[in-house]
């Protein structure tokens, strides 16, 4: 288990708005963590004020919101930081093909680029300490594709690397990088992807508007969208054992499908995978 001191009980979590992050938020504390909750809209950090916690704006699309929360948070903590869990992200749905440049490099700046730009503001901090927790909430997106998904799909994969790569060559420093790949959670997640999807995918242009139709019905759907799904606190539980673990696992499951399609893409070849991929969603 981590040292009861200072430095093991601070964390840093993007994302708090609500869902996993904010769950998070709240668990780590009941945990005896000092929780550092960001959100990207200042009403929604507001409130997280008002519910008792250190909180920060924090838009991971704009390097200077980074540059300063990382500020703040650094100045409030006297210097040190234990653990970031980088929980921030959107999905954007639609087919690549009506995916233009400017809504895939914003998915991206968010996703990925803005992950990249804190993690890689943080690390210093953690190199000078000599101990740290990088906890990457990834999906099972990450590492399977799914149609209708590919802007979120590529943003995953792209982390998913980058991270790996990271983990590798932290080898030593006492800095440990983990990601966690859930499946479906309960959370705003889909209200959040129809707003994108109205924004960028022009439908009546599109040669899939028969099949856009059946998937704005599936975001618009209360409550959960497919079978399996779990609620925030599933993806929590990974997040402690990352943080609490003197091993802490390269790679955490969550949910049924991410266990059943890192089995089936381990041993199916890649024309029968692409099948069963192409019946989801």
């Known amino acids: 288990m981590i040292r009861s001191t200072p430095l093991s009980k601070t964390v840093l979590i993007t994302g708090c708005s609500s869902g996993i992050g904010l769950c998070a938020a709240h668990q780590l504390r009941q945990r005896g963590y000092r929780v550092l909750a960001t959100a990207r809209s200042p009403l929604d950090a507001e409130r997280l004020g008002e519910e008792g ?3 920060f704006c924090l838009d991971l699309a704009d390097s200077a919101s980074i540059r300063s929360a990382v500020s703040q948070v650094l100045d409030a903590t ?3 930081l234990f653990a970031l869990f980088n929980n ?16 895939l490099r914003e998915q991206f700046e968010t996703n990925l680029f803005g992950t990249h730009e804190l993690t890689n503001l943080v690390i210093p901090v953690m190199r000078r300490q000599g101990a740290g927790r990088i906890i990457q909430n990834s999906s099972v997106l990450g590492f399977a594709a799914m149609r209708y998904r590919g802007a979120y799909n590529a943003s995953k994969f792209a982390l998913e690397g980058l ?24 959370s705003r997640f889909r209200d959040n992807a129809y707003t994108m999807y109205r924004k960028n995918i022009l439908v009546e242009n599109s040669p899939h508007q028969e099949t856009y139709r059946l998937m704005e019905a599936r ?6 969208a497919v079978p399996f799904t779990l609620g925030p606190e599933a993806v929590v539980d990974k997040v402690v054992h990352a943080l609490e673990s003197r091993r802490p696992r390269a790679r955490y499951y969550v949910t049924f499908p991410t266990y059943l399609f890192g089995y089936l893409k381990r041993v199916l070849p890649g024309r029968a995978l692409d099948w069963m991929l192409g019946k989801v969603g």
């Open 53 to 55: 916690f250190e909180a």
């Open 78 to 80: 006297g210097g040190v």
């Open 88 to 103: 921030g992200a959107y999905g954007q749905p639609g087919a690549v093909e009506d995916l233009s440049r400017e809504v």
């Open 163 to 186: 991270s790996d790569t990271l983990r590798l060559e932290l080898r030593g420093t006492g800095i440990h990088v983990s990601i966690i790949e859930p499946g479906p959670i309960l």
């Open 219 to 224: 975001l618009q759907k209360e409550g959960p």
